[in-house]
Antibody, heavy 120, light 107 residues
């Protein structure tokens, strides 16, 4: 059974940093692109980052480019999101997500999410 | 960036009815479209991928159709457990983008 478990969320002041983790199990982690998707309170979904199987390619929307870094450790079946220079608009539940199949496709598996609150 | 315009924003229908949610892309996304269901307090769940393929375990009353820039999700024979928010997403090109969502309620 595919499982994705996020951790690392919490309350952080504007301008500070936070690192999220996602522990994956139930599949061969190194075979799949992985992603982070966030959802601000009572709002819609926003894709945040995607990383290739080896980690050599990463993709971000303009809203987080230069501030967030996605990475992975295939030996540990773990995905990470380093978030720097946090802003109030980064307040959201952050989900780790795995595509339906190997390659770039819909997100078939989601974690339970971890809440990040950026506030002074 | 590809913009996804989803309609309606909210929808109220009776049990047993058929409902349709639409998504329009700002350019051709070549069927690189998914539909998700999200119940309150839960993570999103994949319903449809590649515009018209039903994800494993999803009831057959859900179906997706469309091509080019116009896509739709149809729910036949509405059930009480279908109360949720629904989102479309294009994954044809980066940055991936989502529609703004449709909140479905039972009348």
């Amino acid at each position: 059974e595919v499982q994705l478990v996020e951790s690392g969320g919490g309350l952080v002041q504007p301008g500070r940093s936070l690192k999220l983790s996602c522990a994956a199990s139930g599949f061969t982690f190194s075979n799949y692109y992985m992603a982070w998707v966030r959802q601000a309170p009572k709002k819609g979904l926003e894709w945040v980052a995607t990383i290739s199987t080896s980690g050599s390619r990463t993709y971000y929307p303009d809203s987080v480019k230069g501030r967030f870094t996605i990475s992975r450790d295939n030996a540990k079946s773990s995905l990470y999101l380093q978030m720097n220079s946090l802003k109030s608009e980064d307040t959201a539940t952050y989900y780790c997500a795995r595509p339906h199949t190997m390659g770039i496709t819909a997100f078939a598996y989601w974690g339970q999410g971890t809440l990040v609150t950026v506030s002074s | 960036d590809i913009q996804m315009t989803q309609s309606p924003a909210s929808l109220s229908a009776s049990l047993g009815e058929t409902v349709t949610i639409e998504c329009r892309a700002s350019e051709d996304i070549y069927n690189g479209l998914a539909w998700y269901q999200q119940k309150p307090g839960k993570s999103p769940q994949l319903l449809i991928y590649n515009a018209n393929s039903l994800h494993t375990g999803v009831p057959s009353r859900f179906s997706g159709s469309g091509s080019g820039t116009q896509y739709s999700l149809k729910i036949n024979s509405l059930q009480s457990e279908d109360v949720a928010s629904y989102f479309c997403q294009q994954y044809y090109d980066y940055p991936f983008t989502f529609g703004s969502g449709t909140k479905l309620e039972i009348k």
